[in-house]
C-alpha cells in the first residue's frame, strides 16, 4: 500500500508555553522571563499563548556562542603549571 505523504510540518512551527519550557528545560517564571526580555517570541491564538519554535532554536544557538565564547577565554588565559605542561 502507497503511504501518504503528510500535508503539514512534521515540527511544529510553535508550541504552548508548557512544551517550550520543557524543551529548554526551565521553568514558568524563568520562561516567561525570557518572553518579556525578548529573548523568546510569543504569541496569543484566541485564549492560548504559543512560542515560536524558531525563537526558541534562536535562544539555544545564543546560549552556546556565549558558552563558546566563555570556554575560549578560559583556555586563552589557562597558564601551563607543572601538571598540565
Known sequence: MRQ????YSPEPLA???RVGF???????????DLIARGELDSFIDGHQRRITVESIKAYIARRLAETAGQSSRRIQNTKPTATNA
Open 4 to 7: 501518504r505523504k503528510p500535508q
Open 22 to 32: 520543557g524543551m529548554i528545560q526551565v521553568g514558568n517564571t524563568k520562561g516567561y
Open 15 to 17: 508550541v504552548s508555553p
